[in-house]
């Protein structure tokens, strides 16, 4: 393959620390045997590993209260000139825990071209069905796919017109998913969401308390809450949200944590158990 491999990921302002940025550049490490530059995107740099390719953010042509509600930094991956035209980017949100090898990822951008995106998640009753049977709610934004000079028109669109855009579209991920060059999913067995494939809706969680690892996936995607690390933490507590929740460390998930954390020239220490009453981050967060 001739093509230069990115993977990509973007922090603005500080709702994630650098340790999420340390980490996934770990675990990409770990599980791309392509050559591959690993880049954040950023205006916040301090603290991320020497790992990290920093990347500074271009000009956002929206204004700073518009970037969360519509997360649309996150278009810079698009811009002309971030990357050489013929770069296979690969876009991950910083909280993705890589769970398999991403060589599929690159292999399938580098044969068909395109765009891929996830397909949002439907809600556990359409699981009976089959993939083709269940409603198409458009694309989530975790993880993202392309060749960079095929899809230079959805930042030039936005930069020309950004509120305009941000009024039809409301957040990224259906600008991208309506308007990116050849937009396919990737195949539905790859990206998976941890509140969905993981945790059970009440009253099913009361069930057992025990949250298995996924067999399969390639890609687990801590959309919405919790985060990875609101449940590595020792102790009692409670995570998640009003249906679907748990209580204390999720074992394999602090083993992550930690193993990757500690690859890094900025170790990431398991945080302490959070309070009950201590706010999540928001900014670049969606819930789906």
């Given at each position: 393959?001739?093509?230069?491999?990115?993977?990509?990921?973007?922090?603005?302002?500080?709702?994630?620390?650098?340790?999420?940025?340390?980490?996934?550049?770990?675990?990409?490490?770990?599980?791309?045997?392509?050559?591959?530059?690993?880049?954040?995107?950023?205006?916040?740099?301090?603290?991320?590993?020497?790992d990290?390719?920093?990347?500074?953010?271009?000009?956002?042509?929206?204004?700073?209260a518009?970037?969360?509600?519509?997360?649309?930094?996150?278009?810079?991956?698009?811009?002309?000139?971030?990357?050489?035209?013929?770069?296979?980017?690969?876009?991950?949100?910083?909280?993705?825990?890589?769970?398999?090898?991403?060589?599929?990822?690159i292999?399938?951008?580098?044969?068909?071209?395109?765009?891929?995106?996830?397909?949002?998640?439907?809600?556990?009753?359409?699981?009976?069905?089959?993939?083709?049977?269940?409603?198409?709610?458009?694309?989530?934004?975790?993880?993202?796919?392309?060749?960079?000079?095929?899809?230079?028109?959805?930042?030039?669109?936005?930069?020309?017109?950004?509120?305009?855009?941000?009024?039809?579209?409301?957040?990224d991920?259906?600008?991208?998913t309506?308007?990116?060059?050849?937009?396919?999913?990737?195949?539905?067995?790859?990206?998976?969401?941890?509140?969905?494939?993981?945790?059970?809706?009440?009253?099913?969680?009361?069930?057992?308390?025990?949250?298995?690892?996924?067999?399969?996936?390639?890609?687990?995607?801590?959309?919405?809450?919790?985060?990875?690390?609101?449940v590595?933490?020792?102790?009692?507590?409670?995570?998640?949200?009003?249906?679907?929740?748990?209580?204390g460390?999720i074992?394999?998930?602090?083993?992550?944590?930690?193993?990757?954390?500690?690859?890094?020239?900025?170790?990431?220490?398991?945080?302490?158990?959070?309070?009950?009453?201590?706010?999540?981050?928001?900014?670049?967060?969606?819930?789906?």
């Amino acid at each position: 393959m001739n093509r230069p491999v990115v993977v990509a990921c973007l922090k603005w302002g500080h709702p994630y620390p650098p340790e999420y940025v340390n980490v996934l550049a770990a675990a990409v490490k770990d599980n791309l045997s392509f050559n591959h530059r690993f880049v954040c995107i950023t205006d916040a740099p301090e603290g991320l590993s020497s790992d990290v390719e920093v990347m500074p953010l271009p000009e956002i042509p929206i204004e700073r209260a518009k970037w969360n509600t519509g997360f649309w930094p996150k278009l810079a991956i698009f811009k002309q000139g971030m990357f050489d035209p013929e770069t296979i980017v690969l876009y991950l949100d910083v909280d993705l825990m890589v769970t398999q090898s991403l060589d599929p990822f690159i292999e399938i951008l580098n044969t068909d071209g395109g765009l891929r995106i996830i397909r949002e998640w439907n809600p556990d009753i359409w699981n009976l069905l089959p993939i083709w049977a269940r409603p198409d709610r458009g694309g989530n934004g975790s993880a993202i796919g392309f060749i960079a000079k095929e899809q230079y028109n959805l930042f030039d669109t936005f930069e020309q017109n950004p509120y305009e855009v941000d009024s039809d579209y409301r957040i990224d991920q259906v600008y991208i998913t309506e308007t990116a060059n050849r937009r396919r999913y990737w195949p539905h067995t790859w990206c998976l969401s941890f509140r969905r494939s993981c945790v059970p809706h009440w009253p099913l969680n009361l069930l057992s308390r025990t949250i298995r690892k996924p067999r399969r996936g390639k890609l687990l995607a801590f959309h919405g809450c919790p985060n990875p690390t609101d449940v590595v933490a020792d102790g009692h507590y409670r995570w998640g949200t009003k249906w679907r929740y748990g209580f204390g460390p999720i074992r394999w998930v602090q083993e992550y944590w930690n193993r990757y954390a500690g690859k890094t020239d900025s170790a990431a220490k398991a945080p302490a158990a959070p309070h009950a009453e201590q706010p999540q981050p928001t900014e670049s967060k969606r819930v789906a």
